[in-house]
């Protein structure tokens, strides 16, 4: 492959992998992307042709696409276009329509270094949008085909600027040098070749030097990176007013909602965990609601890095959590229940009377956080013991629509009776036994009308959660029981190979929590039937191959995109306490070796030593004459040759010099020769160039004839 193709396939290769990286982000259409790819192999075959456009005819197409870029913004909030969207699409445009032609004109240095910045442009547009772990080999490959589009477009000028025939004039044309270069002249495209490995182990060299930079800098502010168009809009049941039925909806669908890492994986299924999203206290007959004691918001500290919501004596029983939650236009923070910590990079954090958590609007951006939990809950003997009353403040928990079907509270007592139940726990276990034993599990909301509570419980008899928790709820709260309904989600699907739960929208539950005044405790009370809370399992190859791609995606986003101050805290926690038992280790074995040598007499050492002192000096002498003998070698092998032209070029010099005769500072050795007219000058500065420029050494019949040049310059008169 000749430099010039070399050259020319370089720069197209950075700018098609720019688009990629554009495309892959979501920041073009697949469309347009194969309209641009095809322009690119247009421009390619018309290279070097009088088909090119001219520079002007280029600018006037440039200057009118700007009016065509407000066109192009104007028609996309037309057809309904995410606000989020609008100027990452119409830039978008912009930028392939201006490289596009670029690409179609004849192109001069300034136009390359002008397709340079729109792929660097259109890299950064993609970061920007990219949350994939796959936006890593486009960069990588990016960087690669920039480093070797860079070294070439500067060895291209360079050829421009500099003719060989001014780098020949330190030899002569007999010369092997000379003649060595004469005839790789013409294989000069050759070099083209070595270009990628030296692209390849530049880029090798920066991420050595990147790597370190990129964990120990300073962080300042968020680490998420926003993207365009706008979070699961579709994300209801999660608001301070939910309808009956909105969870199903919701269930209805697969789309990813967060990830969730537990410290201890294991002890997710084991503790029948749960993610706890929104508390809401008030029935209206046909939907949830917060009541307005229930909005009512505390604002936390932060202390140490985290937001203090709670406390606890059980140390045992705490549960932490890494949740990696997706884009949503909710301002809900998912954990397990009873929160005790939250660590997160966010303004502020409140908690409502009912202990759900909130935060700022994220509707654009994932967002990392790490909660801590206490998920033990007291032992149901202590439970059933709870006889207390409840307070003046917990009256609202028991209240229920006065339009209620009377046959609820009559269906609740004959359950409680029926089962025997004397106190509170017995009374919400029945319940809980009776509606999933003997009602179904259905997605298809087939209970309406006026009381759809009533048509769940007497005439279908089957539904989803939200049905269960709710008839659950209001049975206990005519009995007078206090209870309250909880929508979050099911622990989800495990990912062995990302260590974490995957959490879809077809995971969302609602469940029912019962409170208890003597331990001052919300006990959990789950009635849907199992076949509600089963996790589907994903089995077969692409399956396990979804699951390492989604463990790379997490990696990617936690140590990459989510790297924060926090993350930097852990890590340099990390390698002190590493540092620290290193230093530990290393004390424990000096202190084995002292006393190990403490053991040993004091005559027993001197002879030790006495014998290392031997040993060395015996290494050392040898160590020493070998190399003397190589400085030999090297002194009398190589640099004989160069001290000599040194020294027999410098006496010609300093003859000259006596005589009033000096070279310029422009002038080579050559041409000074050849301007003093004398042959013998210019015979010692040939044999001169060969030796110090050449690497080569004289003869004996050279030598003599530099010392007969020498003499006769000496016997002859002063010019």
Known sequence: MSFATYFKASSYAMIAVAMLALMLAGGLHLALATVFAAVMVVAWNLEGTKWQLSERVG??????????????????????????????????????????????????????????????????????????????????????????????????????????????????????VFRKLVGTRGKRDIEASRLPLVAASMLVFIFILALPLFFVAPRAGSAVISRGGAGLTNFIGFSESVRLGEIGDLKQNNQLVMRVRLEDPSSGPERGLKW?????????????????????????????????????????????????????NSTVLFAAPRALAIQGDFPFVRVDSEGSIQSRPHDLDRIMYTVISDTTEPDPETLRRDMRPYSATVERYKEYPQTLDRRVPDYARATILNAGARNRYDAAKAIETELSNNYGYSLQMRAGGADPLSDFLFNIRAGHCEYFSTAMAVMLRTQGVATRVVNGFLPGEYNEAAGAYTVRQSDA??????????????????????????????????????????????????????????????????????????????SEVFESIKEMVSAVSSKGIFLALGLITVLVTIIFVRVLRLGWRRGLTISRGTREPEIGAVEFYQRLMDLLAQRGVSRVRDQTPLEFAASLGSREALTITRLYNRVRFGSQKLSAAELREIDQALLDLEGTEKP
């Open 509 to 586: 539950h609602s469940w029912v929590e019962v409170y208890f005044p003597e331990t001052n405790s919300w006990v959990t009370f789950d009635p849907t039937p199992a076949a509600g809370r089963v996790e589907p399992q994903s089995v077969g190859l692409a399956a396990q191959l979804g699951k390492y791609a989604e463990a790379l995606e997490l990696i990617w986003f936690q140590y990459v995109v989510g790297y924060d101050k926090q993350e930097q805290r852990y890590l340099a926690t990390s390698v002190r306490n590493r540092a620290f038992d290193y230093r530990r280790i290393a």
């Open 59 to 176: 600018l006037a197409i440039v200057l009118l696409s700007i009016p065509l870029f407000l066109l192009d913004w104007k028609y996309q909030r037309a057809i309904g276009e995410a606000p989020g969207r609008l100027g990452v699409n119409a830039l978008a445009h912009l930028i392939v329509f201006l490289a596009a032609i670029k690409l179609l004109q004849v192109k001069s240095d300034r136009d390359w270094v002008f397709l340079y910045l729109i792929s660097f442009f259109e890299l950064l547009l993609a970061a920007g949008l990219s949350f994939s772990p796959v936006f890593l080999g486009t960069l990588t490959l990016y960087l690669l085909c920039a480093l070797s589009t860079v070294i070439a477009f500067e060895i291209r000028k360079a050829q421009r600027g500099v003719k060989p025939a001014e780098t020949r004039l330190l030899v002569p044309p007999d010369s092997s």
């Open 276 to 328: 706890r999203g929104l508390a809401l206290d008030e029935f209206a007959g046909r939907a949830w609601k917060k009541s307005s004691e229930a909005r009512r918001t505390d604002q936390k500290t932060i202390e140490r890095g985290y937001f203090h919501l709670g406390t606890t004596e059980a140390l045992r029983g705490l549960t932490t959590q890494t949740v990696f939650l997706e884009p949503l």
